[in-house]
């Protein structure tokens, strides 16, 4: 934290919490009541997919632009759409208008994910990128545990609207935050390339940032098969209640969340492509292990190896992402592409795993799941890792003053 606001970190990280909070009370929620109204492996894949699809087209776009304009627009607008989301979840009394629902909060997802952690690659000094993302990242995952927690405990106890009701809370203190303590967008400093911001394409003909991309996308797919099919496998199964299906979603979050800040700080330090390498392993067997796990206790297992490798590999990831942002001063544009990815992976995952249920049975979608993991890992193998260096010739901007 040294060299950096704190008042801006923690608001950062409050927001980033407050967002991924919101998507996770609805976790445990929505596959189950979609099953009940009579929604297939399809329908249910498209709840989760639509989300994942607005903020695949979306997020690019929003986290380039934030390095035009600033990031503090973004984020403002993105909170209060997510406490109007949760309003528009408490209407709907069949499984089609969830999905328009799901598709809205995306695009609020897509103003915030990558803008927020562009922010923070701004404000990160060279050499401490594993140590400061580790740090930051804690907020993803401790939203990503409470919110499916919390979610199954209020629908047991108080119902769905009660649920909604708190996401929308949590969205609107963030939005007071933000805009009382993150300082004016005019103030904001964003290095841009002088001689002109690379494109997309440019990053993307990197053969280790395209291995990067590979391997965030297939696992965000795994995360995507079980957020959207472990539910439905639990109940329909095992018969556990909304709350124990919570507990399982949440103890692969919390898993990696624990482990975010001190893997990050060793990711400056140990071979970056072992870390990966290991953490993507241990995801495959995770996910592969749901294809015969048949009680609470060997899922709990199969739940918290998830965790660990998620909590192994992605600091690493996010290290380079920053070193890639520092290099090419379009810290927003690799955000964006690095947060596409992770979307793209969870609709491609709650797609994929929905037809082969329909079309096979349930278990096979954790199979592919696995399989795609692992073929992320034979390309990672292949490709080169980049280190911390000196970024291109660039100009410090500090983004214009209108209104």
């Not at 290991?278 to 609470?296: I, Q």
């Not at 399989?371 to 292949?382: D, F, Q, S």
Request: charged fraction near 10%; aromatic fraction near 8%; include cysteine.
């Amino acid at each position: 934290m040294a060299g950096m606001d704190r008042t801006v970190f923690f608001t950062l990280f409050f927001a980033l919490f407050a967002t991924v909070t919101g998507v996770g009370i609805v976790v445990p929620l929505l596959p189950v009541y979609a099953h009940q109204l009579g929604a297939g492996g399809f329908a249910i894949g498209m709840i989760f997919g639509a989300f994942s699809l607005s903020r695949s087209v979306f997020m690019p776009l929003f986290g380039r632009q934030s390095d035009r304009v600033g990031r503090k627009p973004f984020i403002v607008t993105g909170l209060a759409a997510y406490a109007a989301t949760a309003v528009a979840f408490m209407i709907p009394t069949t499984v089609w208008p969830l999905i328009g629902i799901r598709f809205f909060q995306g695009i609020a997802s897509a103003m915030l994910m990558p803008v927020i952690q562009a922010y923070i690659g701004d404000l990160t000094p060279a050499g401490r990128e594993g140590g400061v993302m580790g740090l930051f990242n804690v907020s993803l995952f401790m939203g990503l545990s409470a919110g499916p927690a919390a979610g199954g405990v209020i629908q047991d106890h108080w119902g769905l609207h009660a649920a909604f009701t708190a996401m929308g809370l949590l969205a609107l203190v963030g939005v007071a935050l933000s805009v009382f303590l993150l300082p004016p967008r005019r103030t904001e400093i964003i290095r841009v390339n002088a001689a002109g911001r690379p494109g997309w394409r440019i990053l993307a003909a990197e053969p280790g940032f395209a291995a990067l991309f590979g391997f965030r996308f297939s696992y965000a797919a795994c995360i995507g098969v079980i957020w959207g099919f472990l539910p439905v496998l639990a109940a329909t199964t095992l018969g556990l209640s909304s709350s124990r299906i919570g507990v399982l979603i949440m103890l692969g979050v919390l898993t990696s969340g624990l482990l975010h800040a001190p893997l990050g700080q060793a990711a400056d330090r140990l071979p970056k492509k072992v870390l990966i390498l290991t953490g993507g392993l241990l995801v495959t067997l995770a996910t592969a292990a749901y294809c015969r796990v048949d009680s609470f206790g060997g899922m709990v297992i199969a739940s918290i190896v998830l965790g660990l490798g998620g909590g192994i590999a992605m600091p690493t990831q996010a290290a380079l992402a920053v070193i890639y942002g520092h290099r090419h001063q379009a810290m927003g544009a690799v955000m964006g592409l690095l947060t596409w990815a992770h979307s793209l992976g969870m609709l491609a995952g709650a797609l994929v795993a929905g037809l082969a249920m329909d079309v096979s049975n349930l278990r096979s979608a954790f199979g592919i799941g696995a399989a795609m993991m692992a073929l992320a890992l034979v390309v990672t193998v292949l490709s080169p890792i980049p280190r911390a260096a000196a970024p291109v010739q660039s100009v410090d901007t500090i983004v214009n003053d209108t209104p």
